[in-house]
């Protein structure tokens, strides 16, 4: 059975299991959760001990900014159902690439996101969050509403089928709080007027500097 957003609610059984696996290092396991949450899941490049990510197999390429955790190829090509355990199995520790066509992701700086899911979490506002160490944190929020925060220079929206996000346990990729399938994702709105305190007090300190 697909679960997905805004569908019945299944047993406490289910989350516990989803949250166990997404918590967890398997990616195999991770990427079958994904694809019943209803998510398309692509694989990604892999980050190997000693001779970093594996798209430095090319002598050619640039330095990796995001090793094991970027989509291996130039386009991002979802697999089917059927492909995931073989093509991840085959490839131990390969990135999980996400296509934002079932939410919007929203990359901001770390304490940035850390201070929106704070204020989140005192309204019991669930956002779906996940950090790349403590660089950035990116929060999902409905497809197709992200778009409101394109002005906002502290924000970095993706949307769209070959705009991705790499998801846990990607090397470096950390659930902050992970996605409920029993709770929909929160429009741009719903986060905006948090982000927007959480900036005005980051730039107020930088001030006074």
């Known amino acids: 059975m697909t ?12 989350m516990g299991d989803i949250l166990h696996v997404l918590h967890g290092r398997d990616t195999t396991e991770s990427a079958a ?21 594996t798209c430095h197999d090319n002598p050619t390429a640039t ?24 093509a991840f199995d085959a490839a131990p520790g ?38 790349a160490g403590h660089t950035t944190a990116t ?11 394109d002005a906002c220079p502290q924000v970095e929206v993706r949307s769209g089928p070959q705009s991705w996000v790499a998801m846990p346990p990607s090397h470096g990729i950390r659930w902050d709080t992970a996605p409920d399938h029993e709770l929909p ?3 741009a709105t719903a986060v905006r007027p948090h982000l927007a305190q959480v900036v005005k007090l980051a730039l107020a300190a930088r001030a006074q500097g």
């Open 3 to 14: 679960i997905t957003y805004g569908s019945q609610p299944g047993t406490g059984s289910d």
């Open 33 to 53: 959760v994904y694809h019943r949450l209803g998510w398309p899941v692509a694989i990604g490049h892999r980050q190997r001990t000693g001779s970093g990510c």
């Open 63 to 86: 330095p990796c900014l995001t090793p094991g955790a970027h989509p291996a190829g130039k386009t991002v090509r979802p697999l089917e159902s059927g492909e995931l355990t073989a």
């Open 94 to 131: 390969a990135g999980i690439i996400i296509p934002c066509t079932r939410f919007d992701a929203l990359v901001v700086a770390h304490a940035i996101g850390m201070g929106v899911m704070l204020r989140a979490d005192a309204k019991s506002l669930h956002i779906p969050c996940l950090t």
């Open 139 to 149: 929060l999902l929020v409905e497809a197709g509403t992200g778009t409101l925060l």
């Open 185 to 187: 994702l929160p429009p």
